[in-house]
């Protein structure tokens, strides 16, 4: 697994998977509201470190995330779904905790999201709190 940054010329790939694996979600909770959508993917894409996740040459998904003084902010973690229930989340996980070696790794997902929630709580991630549409997880840095 590489990750690797990714730039302007992959934002529509970006885009797309996006649209294809959170718009069920998003749809669900609040609606989809297309310019909204476009406006905060844009925002996101420029100010968090938006990488790509790729393996043998191609692309199987994208994360983007915060280094933040006291945890790493995993703020998106998409996994084609073509290339999901291959053990690639779980390596993902462990390489983006080694971000900030000896700080805990810390995301947010949705509350109807049960299959993600579940991936979680298998990866040793603990409820740390609760939002309106989002359970809040963090998983402690191992030693």
């Given at each position: 697994?590489?990750?690797?940054?990714?730039?302007?010329?992959?934002?529509?790939?970006?885009?797309?998977?996006?649209?294809?694996?959170?718009?069920?979600?998003?749809?669900?909770?609040?609606?989809?509201?297309?310019?909204?959508?476009?406006?905060?993917?844009q925002?996101?894409?420029?100010?968090?470190n938006?990488?790509?996740?790729?393996?043998?040459?191609?692309?199987?998904?994208?994360?983007?995330?915060?280094?933040r003084?006291?945890?790493?902010?995993?703020?998106?973690l998409?996994?084609?779904?073509?290339?999901?229930?291959?053990?690639?989340?779980?390596?993902?996980?462990?390489?983006?905790?080694?971000?900030?070696?000896?700080?805990?790794?810390?995301?947010?997902?949705?509350?109807?999201?049960?299959?993600?929630?579940?991936?979680?709580?298998?990866?040793?991630?603990?409820?740390?709190?609760?939002?309106?549409?989002?359970?809040?997880?963090?998983?402690?840095?191992?030693?």
């Amino acid at each position: 697994m590489e990750i690797t940054l990714a730039r302007e010329e992959h934002k529509e790939k970006i885009w797309n998977l996006f649209v294809n694996t959170m718009k069920p979600y998003v749809e669900n909770i609040w609606g989809w509201e297309i310019d909204w959508q476009i406006n905060n993917f844009q925002s996101s894409y420029k100010t968090l470190n938006t990488s790509r996740l790729r393996i043998d040459g191609f692309d199987v998904g994208y994360i983007q995330y915060e280094l933040r003084e006291n945890a790493t902010y995993l703020k998106m973690l998409i996994i084609a779904p073509e290339h999901q229930n291959k053990n690639l989340g779980s390596r993902v996980l462990d390489l983006v905790q080694n971000f900030q070696i000896g700080k805990p790794l810390e995301l947010r997902c949705f509350k109807i999201n049960t299959r993600a929630i579940k991936f979680y709580l298998s990866e040793s991630f603990e409820q740390i709190a609760e939002e309106d549409n989002f359970i809040v997880f963090r998983r402690e840095a191992t030693a």
